[in-house]
């Protein structure tokens, strides 16, 4: 079955899109991790036009963290002091990404721009992943013994404005986090990925932040950020397809719960190792489409000219014309629904939960 995308003006298949989607999830709830630096290549990929596909996953990553976030809450694992410094600095990031985005959106230069993005990024961290992924594999196989470091002093660690954070038990500049949340929203808003893949190391070797921690304070600044930008592309760019939005969310939380399961069972060092191979194939496929197919992506065959936009329905319309009219309603709109559908789904877990884990009743002995 085919959906016509009111506002990205693409024709999509939806049964393949929701099985891309699903698989995403899968592998992000399988390796721990946000699915955007694979979803948004991905999407492009499959016609989506660049600028379109990075606000949609942005606003797709909004519903996964937000499921997530609820989860870490209720165990008490996320460090909420460290994590609103972030969401400042990522608030501040996040308007500077939207005005490089501009600049180059408006030479006409985003595409290229987007894409670079991806193949370095993915290229770098890929690497040292993986390079780190097979150390682990041999240091387990020879089971070698091996002497953790001392949390090393950068000369970041010299910062002023120190304060103590209870929760995390660190003694840090507060500049530090909110250094981060400038890089990390302007990350994802040229990538419309979560930032993640940037937080976690960081707070773990710059803030020094207890490892079990580190997950559930990412997924709480990553609702705002992502949310931020979101609104910011509904607004200055009129990207956000409610259409497409529903679908990704649909398949990606199926596919994260599903994932989760199977993690849970495997090795961390042999996932590290698979994520690295994963992230180097995108990377080498951005590449590939970047200097190698002459820009041509195929999506322009997908396209569908503007005037026809009347034969969509009664819904595509109305879509269309919100996202045109009342492009902040629309943008508040698209974060409402990705937050409920992430609130539900969290509910639905804990009620599962504390079903499973109730104690069942004693049948009273006989007499």
Do not use: C
């Not at 016509?4 to 709830?29: C, R």
């Not at 001392?150 to 530090?176: C, D, N």
């Amino acid at each position: 079955m085919e959906v016509f995308l009111p506002i990205a003006e693409v024709q999509i298949n939806i049964a393949l899109f929701l099985f891309v989607s699903f698989i995403i999830g899968f592998l992000s709830g399988l390796f721990g991790v946000g699915g955007g630096f694979l979803m948004t290549p991905l999407l492009i990929f499959m016609g989506i036009p660049p600028a379109y596909a990075v606000a949609n996953e942005a606003n797709n990553i909004l519903a996964s963290s937000s499921s997530g976030t609820l989860t870490h809450w209720f165990k008490k694992t996320l460090d909420v002091k460290i994590g609103w410094l972030i969401v400042v600095g990522g608030l501040v990031g996040t308007f500077i990404g939207i005005l490089t985005f501009s600049y180059f959106k408006g030479i006409g230069k985003i595409d290229i721009v987007i894409a670079l993005a991806y193949m370095y990024v993915l290229a770098i961290i890929g690497s040292f992943m993986l390079r780190d992924g097979l150390v682990e594999l041999n240091i387990f196989k020879k089971k070698i013994e091996v002497k953790k470091k001392l949390h090393t002093h950068y000369w970041i660690h010299g910062l002023p404005f120190r304060m103590r954070f209870k929760t995390s038990q660190v003694y840090e500049s507060a500049l530090v986090p909110i250094m981060l949340g400038v890089i990390v929203g302007f990350v994802s808003t040229i990538m419309g990925v979560g930032g993640a893949f940037l937080m976690v190391p960081a707070m773990i070797y710059l803030i020094g932040m207890p490892t079990r921690l580190v997950p559930g304070t990412s997924l709480f600044v990553t609702i705002f950020v992502t949310g931020f930008v979101t609104i910011s592309h509904a607004f200055t760019y009129h990207t956000i397809d409610l259409v497409l939005v529903l679908i990704l969310i649909t398949g990606s939380i199926a596919g994260v719960h599903a994932g989760q399961k199977i993690g849970q069972r495997l090795d961390g060092s042999q996932l590290k190792a698979l994520l690295a191979l994963l992230m180097l194939s995108v990377g080498l496929l951005m590449a590939y489409e970047t200097f190698f197919k002459n820009g041509e992506s195929g999506k322009a065959s997908l396209k569908i000219p503007t005037d026809k936009i009347a034969e969509i329905g009664e819904f595509g319309n109305t879509i269309y014309n919100l996202s045109n009219q009342y492009p902040i309603v629309y943008g508040i709109l698209s974060i409402f629904i990705a937050l409920s559908a992430g609130i539900f789904v969290s509910y639905i877990r804990r009620q599962i939960s504390k079903r499973i884990n109730a104690p069942k009743a004693v049948p009273p002995k006989a007499i």
